[in-house]
């Protein structure tokens, strides 16, 4: 049976994914899901600092309803994000 270890974070002036941890996945892409969703945690804890903004905020800056800021929103936490998982045995 595979096992699989994952490492996440934000890129740019965040440093980056942090160092390689175990995970409970039993797929490379459920190790890659969960690598995602945690470095879309680490976004969430700073959204509204540091330039990283909230749907709301790009609401209201860009004048958009919420369904596009929403889209918008994606678009600046996916080019943030930075995670991988690999296979170990």
Do not use: P
Request: proline share 0%; glycine share 8%.
């Amino acid at each position: 049976m595979a096992k699989f270890q994952i490492k996440y974070g934000l890129a740019g002036g965040f440093g980056g994914a942090g160092e390689w941890k175990d995970c409970n996945a039993t797929t490379m892409e459920q190790a890659e899901e969960e690598a995602m969703e945690l470095a879309c945690e680490v976004y969430e804890s700073y959204e509204g600092m540091h330039g990283l903004r909230t749907v709301e905020e790009i609401m209201e800056e860009e004048e958009l309803n919420e369904e596009d800021a929403l889209q918008e929103y994606e678009e600046e936490r996916d080019s943030w994000l930075d995670y991988e998982a690999r296979e170990v045995e």
